[in-house]
């Protein structure tokens, strides 16, 4: 069973930085690491679930509007790893940051996913 792991969050004044880390493991021979697509959502109190950036198998990266600019995803496939550097974080960047691994699959052409627990990132003077 594939397993995500966050870490790197904390309390961070207006204006600093934060980098994320999510570890996979549990990845079987057919599909490894490489094969997905990685994400980080953040959840804030009250809000809904929103998606922050993607990073394909191929290094293809997306952002949401809102941490354009201030947000940088990356990957290491070495290291079944995907990092999310946050710069000139911001009080609304307060949230719950998840890690999420997805495929399809191409039988049944269902999306595969699977979710860390997540971890906390509070922006505050």
């Known amino acids: 069973q594939v397993q995500l792991v966050e870490s790197g969050g904390g309390l961070v004044q207006p204006g600093g930085s934060l980098r994320l880390s999510c570890e996979s493991s549990g990845f079987t021979s057919e599909f490894t690491f490489s094969n997905y697509a990685m994400h980080w959502y953040r959840q804030g109190v009250g809000k809904g679930r929103e998606l922050v950036a993607a990073?394909?198998?191929?290094?293809?990266?997306n952002y949401a509007d809102s941490v354009q600019g201030r947000f940088t995803v990356s990957r290491d496939n070495t290291k079944n790893t995907v990092y999310l550097q946050m710069n000139s974080l911001k009080p609304e960047d307060t949230a719950r940051y998840f890690c999420?691994?997805?495929?399809?699959?191409?039988?049944?052409?269902?999306?595969?996913?699977?979710w860390g627990q997540g971890t906390q990132v509070t922006v505050s003077s």
């Open positions: 999420n691994a997805a495929r399809v699959d191409w039988d049944t052409h269902n999306t595969i996913q699977y």
């Open positions: 990073v394909s198998p191929g290094g293809t990266t």
